[in-house]
């Protein structure tokens, strides 16, 4: 490797780029809903690692990735709904149990692959899937159109989320219990069965980020596979400023980051390797710290409600 930036080099970090955004998006957009109903949770690093294992294990016992995701998603909706138990019900301080719900997810992912897996173990997982016609385009193909199934479906969940949550009397039930849950039970909408509804949806989203790391990464599962990942989408979801959009930007913001510091090791560039290590890190403070002040949260993020009090 001559150290220099071609173009082909330019292709292989935009893509990875790409590809390594997927965990990001998925689970962020999932807690971007959680966040607008009202409840914060710090236990999507948990879920994710849940989601990791039973999607790599289902895959490795029935042999089929697409059934490893189906269980992932299950396991994401009962994770979502244990904390939707433990926040919405009993009203428990939410951070406490977002972080209860990381340690039991952390520590019950990793005894089951040490109970039933045992070791590393590969599995055949997700296929590229080049789109027709434009995955030949010039630079933009392999970019953007020559990645498997999971990855389309992060970036398209961007538009779809922002029409589902901006566009929706869901999405407008949605806000409302964020910000005025009060209102909103007034005019008969139950903030309870909206926040269980989005803390389950967001399980969902997390777990997929995390099966996303199993069966349409790395093909196999390992102890931390997640890497904090669950935290930087929490931070990403305040970078974003609650939208889609935001979220998609940062997510970009920090997996190139990440890409280019990974083909710095990999192809050799003739950059400082302590400060490629250090740079997705360095691009989320930065980014956060220059959104700080101007960020708008949903009123009643983190405030439990009873029906009869105010906020």
Known sequence: MDGIINSEIII???????????????????????QRSGVYNLGVEGIMMMGAFAGFYATL????????????????????LLMALVSVTFKAEQGISGIGLYMFGWGLSGLLFRLYVGGITSVEGLKAVKIPLLSTIPFLGPVLF?????????????????????KTSWGLNVRAVGNKPEAADTLGVSVVLIRYQCLIVGGMLAA???????????????????????????ALVYFGRWSPWGILLGSLLFSLADSFQSMVQVLGINFPYEL??????????????????RVW???????????????
């Open 297 to 311: 949260s949903p009123a009643a993020l983190g405030k439990p409600f009873q029906r009869g009090t105010r906020g």
């Open 61 to 80: 016992q029935l042999g089929s990735p697409l059934l490893g995701i189906a269980v992932s998603l299950v396991v994401g909706a009962l994770m979502g």
């Open 276 to 293: 490629a290590v250090i740079l997705p890190y360095m691009v989320t403070i930065i980014a956060l710290a220059i959104s700080y002040g």
């Open 146 to 166: 020559d990645h498997n199934g999971l990855v389309y479906t992060a970036f398209i969940l961007v538009p779809v989320t922002g029409f589902i949550l901006f």
């Open 208 to 234: 997929l980020a995390g099966a996303f790391l199993t069966i349409g990464q790395a093909n196999m599962y390992a102890d931390n596979i997640t890497a904090g990942r669950g935290f930087i989408a929490i």
């Open 12 to 34: 292989i970090i935009l893509a990875a780029g790409i590809r390594l955004a997927t965990p990001y998006l998925l689970a962020a957009l999932g807690e971007m809903f959680v």
